[in-house]
Every structure is written in C-alpha cells, then in structure tokens.
C-alpha cells in the first residue's frame, strides 16, 4: 500500500522537507500540486474501477494520475517512471510518499492507462481543467487559434524477400501502427497521427482539442475546434474555404482565416497584406506545439493505436493548461 504524506513522517522525510533550497524540477512540481486541483481530476478517474468487480484500487488514484502526469511531463517510458519514483526526491514529495514505503511496479501504472484510454474519461480530465481555468477567468474569448501538427507513428519497413534457399528468419512482433495513416506535406509523405488544438488567444490556454490519423484533412475538424463564443478565428490557409466565411459573418465572428491563392486567381496586394497581419495574430497557435517537441520530446508517438496515442496528446494538452495557469497566476500579482 502507497503511503501518503498523510502518515506518519519519517525522519528522513523531515530532513527533505526541511531543506530551503529546491531543484528546478521540485519548484516545479510544487507549483503543480498547489496550481491543479487533483481530487477533482482523481473523482472523474475513478469512473475506469466502475465496471470492474475487484473494488476499490490498492493503489490510490490521485497517485496513479499523478505519475501518468509525471511520466509525459518528463517524457518517460514506464520503465523509466518505476525508477525516477525510486530515485527522484521531487518525484516522491509530488507524490507524497513517505521515504520508507515501497514503489508500486509499472505495470500497476500501465494498467490505470489502459482502463483511462479504454473509458475515454481522458477526454473528460481535459473539459474539467479547461472549465476550471474559465471559472477562474483566465479564458479571454478575444479569440481562438486553430492549427495541427504531423506526429510520426511506428511504420514497418518492408524487408527484402531472401534468396531462394535461404532460409527465412523468424517472424518478430510488429510494432507496426495499423491506425495510422499517410499524408503528403510539401514533397514529402508522412506516416502518423494529427493534433489538432484551439488555442485561446492572449492566454494560450488550449480550449479545443482533437487527435485524429494524419490522412485526415485539417479543415475536416475545423469546427470541433471553434468553440462558438469567440470574437475572432484565426488559422493558416489549409482551413479557407467560402462556407466558413459565411458561417463567421452570420455569427459576428472575425474571420482571421489567411486567404488561399488560385492558379486563375491569384492573391490581391490587399490580401497579401491581410494575410501578413492575421499571420502575425495566429503564430501564437504554434507555441503549443514547439513547447511539446522541444520540453516533452513529443516527435513521435510513444505508442499502437489512435485512443491510446489520443490520451498522451490529451495529457500534454492539460500539461500545457496548466503551465500557464502558473504563468498567468504570475503576471497577476
């Protein structure tokens, strides 16, 4: 059983938490377990144990929440997370485990992954914090900033067939990611997933998101990630359409969609320079995206199949919440 800062304090326990002095990663951390409110987000995940007849998890989750935070704040294999928990002080004050308590395996954490990406409630964690960060008055609604990005997924390469009397090598399990789809950018083909984010303008908190295989066109989710109750819409050309426009100015809404040139109707000098200026407004949308490659190493899907790929996305979209909830919290006082 996990003990919890709730129990009796050891003296090592003491001696940790005496110290003035925090690492970047602990002040971090700490910031978090203050910014976030867990027991919300700990009662909707409590709905995976709904179905199952084993009662109550031996592993409180709260706990197992937080280590899936941990792990793709971190960007940790689970393997890698079973150590950091045993080796990493500011890992375990997170936590709030006592020094002289064991660490549960990483299968116990693999499980509590599976049954969250299995329920979809991963979707549900995500409305709860975007709700709670509106409550709090941090969404502006000036407007929102729509964009995706490729991610790579696993690919088998096809290998040669062998001579004629050799004899073939024994087949090894395929990593392969059959959700996974194929998308051309430029010249070049990708095999992968898009996400997809609406971000809020002027907070950068990420109100909309979606995940879909990369074959599907950008403008397909377009209105999954307009939230309705913005001022303005700004995105890059792939989402430019005649239908769209028309919805905005039913709506009120500005319509910040760069205008798309045509072979037989090329852009206008008035264009050009709309273009410059609601491009300038939109390049905020990308920081998301340049904050998850660049902290969180996110270049690549970690692993098989769309929900599960959906549940880390989803994850490094409330990671990014919740850094600029700690942020703006800072800019306020």
Known sequence: MIGTRNSQISILDGAFNS??????????????????????????????FKDTKRGRPTIPVEFSLKCLFLQY????????????????????????????????DFSTIWRFRERLTNTGLYDRLFEAVVADLDAEGMVLRRGTLVDATIVHAARKQRRSEPDEGTPAAPREESQHDHDATVTKKGKTFYYGYKGHIGVDQGSDIIRTKRFTTASVHDSTEFSN???????????????????????????????????????????????????????????????????????????????????????????????????RKIALQQVSV
């Open 73 to 104: 704040l971190y960007n940790l294999s689970d393997p890698a997370l079973e150590d950091a928990l045993i080796d990493r002080l500011s890992f375990q004050r997170f936590l709030g485990i006592s020094f002289d308590r064991d660490i549960p």
């Open 19 to 48: 110290r003035t002095k925090r690492s970047r990663s602990d002040a971090l951390l700490e910031k978090l377990a203050d910014a976030v409110d867990w027991k919300r987000l700990a009662e909707i995940s409590r709905g995976v």
């Open 225 to 323: 990630l307009v939230s309705g109750d913005e001022r303005s819409v700004f995105s890059d050309k792939a989402y430019a359409n005649d239908e769209t426009k028309r919805e905005f100015r039913a709506k009120g809404i500005f319509n910040g969609v760069l205008d798309k040139g045509r072979r037989n109707r090329p852009l206008s000098r008035k264009q050009k320079k709309d273009n410059a200026q609601k491009s300038s407004v939109r390049s905020a949308v990308e920081r998301p995206f340049a904050h998850f490659k660049r902290l969180y190493g996110y270049v690549r899907t970690r692993y098989v199949t769309l929900r599960r790929n959906d549940l880390q996305f989803t994850f490094l979209c409330m990671i990014h919440n919740f850094r």
